[in-house]
């Protein structure tokens, strides 16, 4: 039997239960409220935390390409603009386009607070880079107006001094001289007669203009690691890559040059200097000629005079030298026979 204070007790122990299980639901509310607070508040960077998420400054770039002799002369041009990122080294590409003569080419949203590289070219002109760093009154205008120069490509002169007529090892002077322009890179390729066993360039050295050769392609403060490039290839300034059979300082022993495919089936051989030619300079090859006792006035030696220019490479994301494999780009191929008779 129950009595009635017995009643009581049990009415106020369901009472006490209920309102635990109020109070409960509040406390989980209120935790939970207060996490999703403090991850609301890191997000917006209250603790510190946050990282800068500030937009780089950019601004209007007004670009026209100029001839680099004369810059009131203006001309149609291809342009990539790009930077270097200064953690790892990468490039990323801002613009490409064409430059329209006579006029600045408007190019929107270019960063302002990196090293801007501005390349530009055209069918008569070599590439040519531009380092851009923008100044503060720019910055604060959001305009710079630039002008990229256009290097023309020089008409190439040929001449030689000696033959293979007298002797079954010859030497022979060949004389380049490039005029109204320059000529890069000048490679070297041979065809030659049954009476010819083979043509060589006599020590070719390609020299660093800008430095030493380098087997890195970039190097990062902070972490003090360097981007090394495969073996056998160097790196002279910022784009000029090759590939050497050995390098000294300044000096590298170029590899031997493949063939291009344009030329497949047409020459025999072919060497790769890496010289440059300025407007009106010239270079002496040396060539060693080897021959046979049966040589006579059927026999030739024909050389292919090429040279190469720089493009972008989407598989290495950079800019590499070529000199067009099955496109001839840059200076037209050149071919000087060298007869018996000579």
Not at 18 to 26: E, F, L, S, V, Y
Not at 94 to 118: F, K, M, Q
């Amino acid at each position: 039997m129950l009595h009635k204070g017995m009643v009581i007790i049990m009415i106020n122990k369901k009472g006490q239960w209920g309102t635990i299980a109020i109070i409960g639901i509040i406390l989980f509310l209120l935790v939970g409220i207060t996490i999703a607070g403090v991850i609301v508040a890191n997000k917006n960077g209250l603790f510190g935390d946050k990282k800068d998420t500030i937009k780089p400054p950019t601004l209007n770039l007004y670009l026209k390409a100029v001839n680099s002799d004369n810059p009131e002369i203006s001309q149609d041009a291809n342009y990539m603009i790009d930077y270097t990122s200064s953690n790892d080294g990468n490039k990323t590409i801002e613009s490409s386009g064409i430059l329209t003569a006579n006029s600045y080419t408007p190019i929107e949203g270019i960063r302002a607070d990196v090293i801007t590289h501005v390349r530009c070219w055209n069918e008569n002109s070599y590439l040519n880079t531009a380092n851009l760093i923008f100044g503060t009154n720019e910055v604060n205008s959001n305009i710079s107006t630039e002008d990229c120069k256009l290097f023309q490509i020089g008409n190439l002169e040929v001449n030689h001094i000696g033959d293979f007529r007298t002797s079954k090892l010859s030497d022979i002077k060949l004389n380049l001289t490039s005029r109204d322009g320059s000529f890069y890179k000048i490679g070297l390729c041979f065809a030659w007669t049954a009476g010819i066993i083979d043509t060589n360039i006599k020590g070719s050295i390609s020299t660093c203009q800008d430095g030493i050769w380098k087997n890195y392609s970039f190097y990062n403060i902070t972490s003090k690691k360097y981007t090394q490039l495969k073996d056998g290839t160097y790196l002279c300034g910022e784009d000029n890559f090759q590939e050497c059979e050995s390098v000294s300082g300044s000096l590298c022993k170029p590899k031997t040059m493949n063939i291009p495919k344009r030329l497949e089936n047409k020459v025999d051989s072919c060497q790769y200097l890496g010289d440059i030619l300025d407007p009106n300079k010239n270079k002496i090859i040396d060539l060693e000629v080897k021959s046979d006792d049966f040589k006579n006035e059927l026999d030739n030696l024909k050389i292919y005079i090429i040279d190469s220019d720089r493009r972008f490479d989407y598989s290495v994301q950079d800019f590499r030298w070529t000199n067009g494999e099955m496109e001839d780009i840059a200076a037209p191929d050149i071919i000087y026979q060298i007869n018996y008779a000579s």
